[in-house]
């Protein structure tokens, strides 16, 4: 059972345009982590949220805690921005996160 | 170089073999953890340390065991290797729970014939 949707599964977009990623979970949190895995299969933390709003260079994420749903954008895209967005979160009990299947995203050139 | 490794990074092995994996982080993390990651699902948790000798279950944790007798190292085993237990696996660590990022080693793609 997984706990954690993302939407869309696979996203292609044009370089320069803006991109959100959406993720909805079903269970109150204590912090939501974006994480981007590129071809290489390598794992790499974007950013960890427990409420607000987080951004980092071209990389935004929010989170409405009351809406248990936490979206990601990227402004103007790039080809190297290709990879796999994983959305986990951390419930109120418990010690482990539950991930996302994750969103694979294309930026062409 | 400080960060958390894991070795080998490719394995090939036969069913009904044991085989570990093994994983080492230099920041001296408290937590460290084992993921699979299969087609359709997402990282999927096989089993977490708090600290040395503290492991504890996660999400699949049957035909593995674990052991943490230091800080820096988790290895994973699988005591009897089956199909269904190629995958690729992910080493993580945290700080401490209060900081919950985690940080990845880069995999180790095994593969059970």
């Known amino acids: 059972k997984n706990e954690v949707e993302q939407s869309p599964q696979n996203l292609t977009a044009q370089e320069g345009e803006f991109i959100t990623i959406n993720c909805s979970y079903s269970?109150?949190?204590?912090?939501l982590h974006w994480l981007q895995q590129h071809p290489g299969g390598g794992i790499v933390s974007l950013f960890m949220l427990s409420s607000g709003k987080k951004k980092h260079g071209r990389l935004i994420a929010t989170i409405n805690i009351q809406e248990k749903h936490s979206s990601l954008h990227i402004t103007a895209s790039h080809p190297r921005d290709s990879a796999v967005y994983i959305c986990?979160?951390?419930?109120?009990?418990?010690?482990?996160?539950?991930f996302g299947t994750g969103t694979s995203l294309t930026v062409i050139p | 170089d400080a960060g958390i490794t894991q070795s080998p990074r490719y394995k090939i092995t036969e069913t009904g073999r044991q085989v570990t994996l093994m994983c080492h982080q230099t920041?001296?993390?408290?937590?460290m953890f084992w993921y699979r990651q299969d087609l359709g699902h997402g990282l999927r948790l096989i089993y977490y340390s708090a600290a040395a000798d503290i492991t504890d279950k996660g999400e699949v944790p049957d035909g593995y065991v674990v052991s943490r007798s230091k800080t820096e190292n988790f290895p994973l085993t699988l005591e009897s290797a089956t199909r269904s237990q190629t995958s690729v696996y992910f080493c993580?660590?945290?700080?401490?729970?209060?900081?919950?990022?985690?940080?990845f080693g880069p995999g180790t793609r095994l593969t059970v014939t």
């Open positions: 269970v109150g949190i204590s912090a």
């Open positions: 993580a660590s945290s700080g401490t729970v209060s900081s919950y990022e985690q940080y």
């Open positions: 920041w001296s993390h408290s937590y």
């Open positions: 986990a979160v951390r419930p109120n009990t418990g010690n482990q996160f539950y």
